[in-house]
């Protein structure tokens, strides 16, 4: 028997669908407008963050008129509940985005660095996280969900080895200092996207399977709601 | 002030809109409601009203100056604890009370702009265009057939292919035919209390009313037969009017669009459900749907 509720349901997954795409968009304009060194850019980046803002009230209102409404069990628990963790990690992927974009503002105005190669590899990597593990979430495919969160690993290294070579830079040359930092910044940024993109995807295992991955929980007994 | 800015804007999610219980907040409207208390008025035309209506059965009130706006293709619902007049005012829709000696009414109670206290109301017509559904179901000892057929064969004047016609049309809205339509001759008692009940609302849609009271629907049934009454009431709004008295507070909040809920004879509270289930404007309901009396 179809149910109304899966109509429902549908709506919500369809909006977190747009509010994933919008997080993913705004997080390579943000590197964009850093690489252009365009201000311009960065200011659509604040203003896209606030629509995500919105999406996200939204999702929130929809999410507890259906837990109120609907008593939902079992899979459709986990699915609503879901949602409403992912539409706040995506709602912190936008508070990145502005952050970058802020980073991109003080450092048109300064001569470049150094050419950016690694921060530009770091967005692509962050932002393809992102849209696999909402490419998961629709497919509900908890394998696909754990692939990614083991490549969070690769962000974190990119992030370490522009580190070193920022504080390089600094210790060569004080007056770099400034802009190397909002560089580290950026990447420190880029790093915590891939982190809300690995927790999004471990939100997917918990929708499809009812098990908790995070915090390494699947290593410790107890787990699968005690029933293990 | 921009839209962008504003305390509420859509951003193009009309799915999200279109698909969830929760209205879209209207945030003026919601001003008013603040101000004005209960929306007892609702948009559009009203199917059913009532003003400072009251009713008595004998020395007794059980109803006190309820008013209150029923929207038309809609689903209300009527909740509150045993005796609190909720079937009362369920049944004052299509004069089911007259039935009972001793009852008095005063106030007004109005159906397609005229008011049922008027002693030219014809109440049969009423209850044709006034349906109701009972908590038990109850067919007639008759053929499945011949149970749908009922009504049709009291108004007279209807042909055997018009009456077969209607017979099926309202099988099928009423999600019943492909369970039936093989066995349309047997006795209405060998089906089930689920397709009963079911067969009882196609019996009340074959004379084509406007709205369909419904007194618990679901409480004599299990809870697979409940989901399809349930999922059988949202599709029948598209088409027609439903009050639903029910004691069962997730059912309301699962089917219907209104919520009313009344304690000892008053309405304490009548309002979008979603609103009513998520955020009640009076502590009484708040208290009542968190199980704290009741």
């Avoid at chain 1, 508070?95 to 048109?108: E, K, M, P, T």
């Avoid at chain 2, 088409?239 to 219907?256: E, K, L």
Wanted: aromatic share 4%; hydrophobic share 45%.
């Amino acid at each position: 028997m179809e149910r109304h509720f899966d109509q429902e349901l549908q709506g919500l997954k369809d909006a977190l669908l747009t509010m994933g795409g919008r997080a993913e968009a705004v997080i390579q304009k943000s590197v964009e407008s850093l690489k252009r060194r365009d201000s311009k850019l960065a200011e659509e980046v604040i203003a896209d963050d606030r629509v995500i803002d919105r999406i996200e009230i939204e999702i929130d209102e929809g999410c507890v008129s259906l837990l109120a409404l609907r008593q939902p069990m079992a899979v459709d628990l986990r699915f609503i509940t879901g949602v409403l963790k992912i539409s706040n990690d995506l709602e912190r992927v936008g508070d990145h985005a502005v952050n970058i974009a802020g980073s991109a503002q003080r450092l048109a105005v300064e001569p470049a660095l150094k050419p950016l190669v690694d921060i530009p590899r770091m967005a692509d990597l962050a932002a393809g996280m992102l849209r696999e593990a909402l490419d998961a979430f629709v497919r509900r495919d908890a394998a696909a969900a754990r692939r990614i969160v083991s490549r969070d690993e690769e962000v974190d290294n990119l992030n370490r080895q522009l580190f070193r070579e920022l504080v390089s830079y600094m210790i060569e040359d004080t007056r770099t200092i400034t802009r190397a930092m909002e560089l580290v910044l950026v990447a420190r940024n880029l790093e915590r996207v891939a982190d809300l993109a690995t927790n999004i995807a471990e939100e997917v295992v918990f929708i499809a399977e009812a098990r908790i991955i995070k915090h390494h929980a699947d290593e410790r007994v107890g787990n699968d709601f005690g029933r293990s | 002030m921009t839209s962008e800015e504003g305390a509420r804007v859509s951003v193009g999610l009309p799915a999200l809109a279109a698909a969830l219980p929760r209205p879209a907040r209207d945030v003026a409207a919601e001003a008013t409601r603040l101000v004005e208390g209960p929306a007892a008025s609702v948009p559009g035309d009203a199917a059913l009203s009532t003003r400072d209506f009251s009713l008595f059965y004998g020395p007794v009130q059980a109803l006190t100056n309820v008013s209150l706006e029923i929207p038309k293709t809609s689903v209300t619902a009527i909740i509150g604890p045993s005796g609190c007049g909720k079937s009362t005012l369920l049944r004052s829709f299509n004069r089911m009370n007259d039935m009972i000696p001793g009852v008095r009414t005063e106030g007004e109670i109005r159906f397609a702009e005229r008011d049922l206290r008027a002693s030219s109301t014809d109440v049969v017509e009423l209850r044709r265009r006034v349906g109701m559904v009972f908590q038990r179901p109850n067919p007639f000892p008759k053929s499945i057939f011949d149970n749908v057929a009922f009504g049709l064969h009291m108004q007279g004047g209807m042909g055997r292919a018009e009456i077969e016609r209607r017979v099926e049309s309202s099988l099928r809205r009423a999600a019943l035919w492909d369970e039936v339509r093989d066995r349309l001759d047997r006795s209405a008692l060998q089906l089930s209390g689920g397709q009963q009940q079911r067969l009882c609302i196609a019996r009340c849609l074959a004379v084509e009313p406007e709205v369909i009271l419904m007194d618990e629907p679901a409480s004599a049934l299990d809870p697979t037969a409940t989901a399809r009454i349930e999922e059988l009431v949202l599709e029948l709004k598209r088409d027609y009017t439903i009050v639903v008295v029910t004691h069962n507070m997730q059912q309301a909040a699962r089917i219907s669009d209104r919520t009313a809920f009344m304690l000892t004879g008053k309405l304490v509270e009548y309002d979008e459900t979603a609103f009513v289930f998520t955020s009640p404007k009076e502590k009484l309901t708040e208290d009542y749907i968190t199980g704290r009396f009741g």
